[in-house]
């Protein structure tokens, strides 16, 4: 079987960081949170989906668990905007280089400011997209803030 080489995986090995990833069947009929996670062998709760948000000047990252909401007003709060809302689906490959369902954190065309649910601290291991459908890489949630200099709020409802 051959091994599936990302631009995030390319990017993690360049920095010597740590991962492995977990493949698992995608389904453009189930892009619920919960379809993942009964395939990879982790807890909801260590599965982050990434979210790509605006403020119609400004565009922002925020990861959070696979299973939980967004709540717009805290994240506006603790990144310094009046209100924000989701990036159009639309939009999000030309913007990031990331399609729906495989976007990640790391590696996309530019930085953005990104914010991590603060429960990400209380974790061993995180697992994200690794900027392909079906396929996340889990690595510390440590060298995931650090690399893409994320900042820990509060984000969820």
């Known amino acids: 079987m051959k091994k599936i080489k990302t631009n995030v995986l390319r990017l993690l ?3 010597h960081i740590n991962y492995e990833t977990r493949e698992y069947e995608y ?6 949170g919960e379809h993942i996670v009964h395939q990879v062998d982790l807890e909801a709760d260590e599965i982050y989906k990434t979210l790509v948000l605006h403020d119609h000047h400004e565009y922002l990252v925020c990861c ?3 299973m939980e909401e967004i709540d717009l007003k805290k ?8 209100s ?7 939009d999000l490959l030309s913007l990031t280089g990331y399609m729906r369902g495989g976007c990640s954190p790391i590696g996309m065309k530019k930085k953005f400011p990104t914010y991590f649910q603060e429960d990400i ?4 291991r995180v697992a ?3 900027g392909k459908r079906g ?11 650090q690399y893409v200099n994320g900042q820990c709020v509060d984000v969820i409802r």
Do not use: C, F, R
């Open 13 to 15: 090995d360049q920095q």
């Open 27 to 32: 389904d453009d009929n189930h892009l619920s």
């Open 64 to 66: 959070i668990p696979v």
């Open 75 to 82: 994240l506006a709060k603790a990144s310094g905007h009046k």
């Open 84 to 90: 924000v809302e989701m990036l159009h689906q639309k």
């Open 121 to 124: 601290l209380l974790l061993d």
């Open 128 to 130: 994200i997209s690794a």
């Open 135 to 145: 396929l996340q890489v889990i690595l510390k949630p440590q060298d995931l803030i």
